[in-house]
């Protein structure tokens, strides 16, 4: 539903709310015998958008406002999933939420709906953002001018291979994101670090638990996806035809990494053995 030109869609977009930062709920402890509170907690709620329209008959379908009331029945569903996506001059974003009314105005010399959409998740989903797919290197350039040439056949390195994989990431989003990790293992390794080098996290996937777990420790070919988003914490080990969950794995003292604004550098090392590393994510921002 195409709602930029309305002569196109035959809808006609008076208003929408809900689009900048959601309101939080600050829990405080009001301080006995002194002024002020302690400040405990805070918590945004679901993201509320409503969606004003008014009928536009002088469409390029010619549909009429009874048809075009019955169309919003079809774009807005009640209770059924909708996403929402905007562009504007500096973000392209999107949301997802859950049709709660479509409130239709009749009688009136402008029929129109209200369409309110409740969004669990609050927060938008940064599209195009070009920070997908990133992958990790462990090769370290070390070639640099002036060069001295050797004599006689002589070599020079141009770069050289570490033991840990690592990569710098710019974010900028409005809101830390969690990560998804997709680390592959060109051998067999010892205990995997992960670490958010800029802001002091790591987390540890524990070779003898994933033994216990699989029935072999972590070998040449075994594919572990790592994901930190807040509410879908996993992590996953894909040996062959067979998946495994391996949260157990993951040090009872690690902290799930996640991306903050600025620069994050981010880092692999297996105790022994090489691994490949890629990341995905997803930038989230408070509002459009």
Not at 17 to 23: N, Q, V
Not at 54 to 62: E, G
Not at 257 to 264: A, P, T, V
Request: glycine residues 8%; negative net charge; aromatic residues 10%.
């Amino acid at each position: 539903m195409e709602l930029e030109n309305p002569y196109e869609s035959g809808f006609f977009v008076a208003g929408i709310t809900g689009l900048g930062p959601p309101k939080a709920d600050i829990n405080t402890t009001r301080r006995a015998g002194s002024d002020g509170s302690v400040y405990n907690s805070a918590k945004v709620e679901s993201r509320n958008i409503v969606i004003t329209l008014i009928y536009y008959t002088d469409n390029k379908n010619n549909l009429d406002v009874e048809q075009l009331r019955h169309k919003t029945y079809e774009y807005f569903p009640i209770k059924r999933q909708v996403t929402l996506y905007f562009v504007t001059d500096r973000r392209r974003a999107s949301i997802t939420g859950y049709v709660e009314s479509n409130e239709v105005g009749f009688f009136t010399n402008m029929e129109g709906s209200q369409i309110s959409i409740i969004c669990n998740d609050p927060w938008f989903t940064g599209e195009g953002s070009g920070l997908t797919n990133i992958s990790l290197s462990n090769i370290e350039p070390i070639f640099t001018f002036p060069v001295k040439f050797t004599p006689y056949g002589g070599t020079i390195e141009f770069s050289e291979k570490k033991k840990t994989v690592t990569g710098a990431i710019p974010y900028y989003g409005d809101l830390e994101t969690g990560i998804t990790m997709t680390i592959k293992c060109i051998s067999a390794t010892g205990d995997i670090a992960l670490s958010n080098d800029s802001f002091s996290e790591s987390m540890l996937i524990s070779t003898q638990v994933v033994n216990d777990l699989t029935g072999a420790v972590i070998s040449a070919g075994d594919r572990i996806v790592v994901t930190t988003y807040t509410g879908r914490k996993t992590a996953r080990l894909y040996r062959g035809s067979t998946a495994y969950n391996i949260i157990a794995a993951i040090n009872k003292t690690s902290k799930w990494l996640k991306l903050y604004s600025g620069m994050n550098r981010l880092s692999a090392t297996p105790i022994t053995g090489n691994v490949e590393v890629d990341i995905d994510l997803v930038v989230l921002y408070e509002g459009i």
